[in-house]
């Protein structure tokens, strides 16, 4: 059960992570803040975030194929390879805002409800 506890608190130290750099991504005002934020502080957090996600499932034996782990691996990429190419770039946009923050919420909502397959026993 401890180990358990520490996986959980080691995933949400990496959400806040992830989260933390993303909103300073969003309002960085140079180019140098911006990487900074991406690339030092959300892109940490995706990686402990993931890799303690991954020690979960194993510790829970929880199918990697569940719909809420294989939508909060593909929407919280879709969020980083934005963040990634906002870093490129000299200037934010409406939409690239939208298309890394959106997702990272979706995220959350899915690892707060775990949507599962229908029929599937728990």
């Known amino acids: 059960m401890l180990t358990y506890r520490l996986l959980l608190l080691l995933k949400f130290v990496g959400v806040v992570l992830f989260g933390g750099g993303l909103i300073a991504a969003l309002v960085a ?43 909060g691996l593909s929407l919280s990429l879709v969020s980083q390879l934005t963040l990634v190419a906002m870093a490129t770039h000299e200037r934010r946009t409406v939409a690239g805002v939208l298309l890394a923050a959106v997702p990272f919420f979706c995220v959350l909502v899915l690892m707060i409800f775990r949507p599962r397959w229908p029929g599937v026993d728990p």
Request: proline content about 2%; cysteine-free; hydrophobic content about 45%.
């Open 29 to 71: 005002t140079t180019s140098r803040e911006r990487k900074r934020a991406v690339h030092g502080i959300a892109s940490l957090g995706l990686v402990v975030t993931w890799t303690a996600g991954y020690l979960l499932t194993l510790q829970l034996n929880v199918a990697l194929t569940e719909p809420w782990i294989l939508g």
